[in-house]
Every structure is written in C-alpha cells, then in structure tokens.
C-alpha cells in the first residue's frame, strides 16, 4: 500500500532535505495530458464589455506547483498567446481574463488582452506545450448557454479528463450561481460548484523518494566509512 502523508508534513520533510517550492515546480514540458484543467469560463458577461470581462480558469491537478512560462493558449483560428510569467501552486487555481477584473470584482493572475476572444456562439481554448501537444481543450458550441453573464463551471474534475464540451456538446459544464459584480455569476479563482476530485500524482511522492533515498545512501556510506577507519585502528 503506498504511504500518504498529509501536505504540510510533506512539504515539511521535502523542505528539510532541501527541496523548496522552485526546486519542486514542474514545467509545461513535464505535464501530461489533463494535469491543467480549464474549470470555469464566462464569454459573454453582462454589465461590462466582452473585451474587458471575459475569463477562463485554470485549475493544476498536480501535487506539485508548475511554472506556466512557456504555456501556449490559442483557439483552432488565429487567436494565440503564450504565458510568460505565471506560476500556480498544486491544487490550486489560475484566472486568465482579457481585463484587470475590476468591472466584475474579481483578481486576475494573467490579463491577456486582445489577444483572445471567448466568442458567443461555438470556440475553442486549448491549452499546449510549444510543441502543439495539447494538455487540455475546452470546446463550447453555445458561449452563454445558461444566460447573459452566467459562467459555466465543470461539474466535476474526473482522473485523466484532458478535454471537456460545453453544455450543448456535452454535461460536463453547469451554470455558476456565486454572484458577481454587475448581475454576472462565477467562481473565478474558487471551485464554485466544481467537485475537485482530483486523482494524487506521483511527482511529490517521487521527489520525496530520491531524498530519503540520498538521505540513506549518504548515511550508509558514512558508516561504512566509519567502519574502515576503526578497523584501521
């Protein structure tokens, strides 16, 4: 049966054998398919301008943070951006918006501006390695299914979902009903009515492995040196 430690104690061992949170962040070239989750989305909000309040979430399934430097974001069109500097802890949740979030009360981690449209009608978000290997595609066929202003939020993040239909092509998304500024409805940077099912990664549990595993190999051969030296004496 595998060991589970409890988070704080695992990152107090790890931190103990010199392991800190920029030594254990993962890169957009470590993750598979699925470890980032687009949670929530709103493309058509109400009492603000589409170009300045439109948002998307991202949640990080792994158990370890991850430096998004590097993330490409785009549609199947011409729309594209890549995230210069950006990290999200494990667990833990990133709000793009193509404004400062003001106009609907909210705290942006990336404001990517034009360079993005959530359209109303049928869009795409992918998220990608430089290479084009996708780590998830948010694909929608009707940009305000439940209303004007009414995010849409994933019932539920399921083990290895690196893809997930908006509520015409499929179920997986649901109306937001927490409120916002301006008679608009969302969760941006909360998991709102998302169940966070998430499944544990190896990564931290790994790491936490080659440490002890130093930590034991370094102590043997101190005693071995010891050993030699007194059957010198």
């Known amino acids: 049966m595998p ?3 409890p988070k704080l104690a695992l990152t107090a061992l790890l931190a103990s ?3 800190t949170s920029a030594t254990l962040a993962l890169g957009i070239a470590d993750l598979a398919p699925g470890d980032l989750v687009i949670t929530e989305y709103l493309a058509n909000p109400v009492g603000a301008a ?3 309040a439109e948002y998307f979430e991202i949640f990080n399934r792994r158990s370890q943070a991850v430096d998004l430097t590097g993330l490409v974001v785009r549609d199947d069109g011409s729309n594209e951006f890549v995230v210069d500097s950006l990290s999200i802890g494990a667990g833990e949740f990133a709000v793009f918006s193509n404004g400062n979030g003001t106009a609907l009360g909210f705290d942006v981690d990336f404001n990517y501006g034009n360079a993005l449209a959530l359209t109303n009608g049928d869009d795409e978000v992918v998220l990608s390695q430089s290479d084009g290997a996708e780590i998830f595609r948010l694909t929608y066929t009707d940009g305000d299914f439940f209303g004007a202003g009414v995010a849409h939020e994933l019932v539920r993040v399921a083990a290895s979902l690196s893809a997930a239909a908006g509520p015409v092509a ?3 998304y649901q109306a937001a009903v927490a409120s916002l500024l301006l008679d ?3 969760s941006p940077g909360a998991a709102g009515r998302t169940e966070l099912t998430t499944v544990p990664l190896p990564g931290a549990a790994w ?3 080659s ?3 130093c930590t034991g190999a370094w102590a043997r051969r101190r005693r071995r040196t010891h050993a030699v030296s007194d059957s010198r004496l």
Request: hydrophobic share 35%; net charge negative; charged share 10%.
């Open 17 to 19: 054998h010199g392991f």
């Open 184 to 186: 608009n409805f969302g």
């Open 207 to 209: 790491l936490l492995g």
């Open 3 to 5: 060991i589970s430690y």
């Open 211 to 213: 440490a002890l595993g």
């Open 50 to 52: 589409d170009t300045e």
């Open 170 to 172: 499929g179920t997986n």
